[in-house]
């Protein structure tokens, strides 16, 4: 093992553990985004504080986190490479464990969209559809997430069942990125079995 081996792994992990929404809450509205809505720093809660705009933004700007971390480590290590996936365990992980926040961050549903966008675009092309239909049919982005996540397991044991691919890391990965959406989604899913999650609403709002 040389150093790239260490570094470019802790690399994506402090990529991944930027934590954008609280940078651009902090940068343009002046406010700690912890302290509003959830108290999550992703692009839900910032959607609902700071409009349909920012919410965008710091979505896409969190599934570009995932995105570097693997083109990154494939530029390093070559596709299919254990440590590609590796990487990009680690981006996720920093997103929703960032050391610049006491280890308290978002979900890393978008940062993980990132990393697939990489590694599986086919899969997780599917898995947006699956969001967009949940999120537009039933208003709660919290249950989109989870059968996003459980829609992008399925079509990657599809895809193994087939022959068509034999990319074991990568499925270890999507069984830890699922079972880990889910587990940071369990206030939701008591909310959802109660009738009290909150849905989406678009607006303008949270001009600075």
């Given amino acids: 093992m040389n150093s790239i081996d260490i570094l470019l792994p802790l690399l994506a992990y402090l990529l991944g553990s930027i934590p954008i929404g609280w940078i651009i809450a902090r940068l343009v509205f002046k406010t700690d985004i912890r302290h509003h809505g959830s108290g999550n720093i992703g692009a839900t809660n910032a959607l609902r504080q700071f409009g349909t705009t920012i919410g965008i933004l710091v979505m896409l700007l969190d599934m570009t986190k995932g995105i570097l971390a693997v083109l990154f480590a494939k530029s390093a290590f070559g596709v299919g490479h254990p440590l590609v996936v590796l ?64 829609s992008l397991l399925l ?3 599809i895809d193994l069942i087939r022959g068509s691919s034999r990319d074991y890391a990568l499925l ?8 880990m959406i889910i587990y940071k989604h369990r206030t939701n899913i008591s909310r959802l079995r109660n009738g009290t999650e909150s849905k989406i609403s678009f607006s303008k709002k949270g001009k600075a």
């Fill in 87 to 150: 990487c990009g365990l680690l981006a996720i992980l920093g997103h929703v464990f960032p050391v610049w926040l006491k280890f308290k961050g978002g979900k890393g549903v978008a940062t993980a969209a990132g990393v697939f966008v990489a590694l599986s675009p086919w899969n997780l092309l599917i898995g947006l559809l699956v969001f967009v239909v949940m999120v537009a049919i039933t208003k709660y982005v919290s249950l989109g997430s989870i059968v996003a996540a459980l």
């Fill in 155 to 157: 079509f990657h044991l």
């Fill in 172 to 179: 270890a990965l999507v069984f830890v990125v699922v079972a």
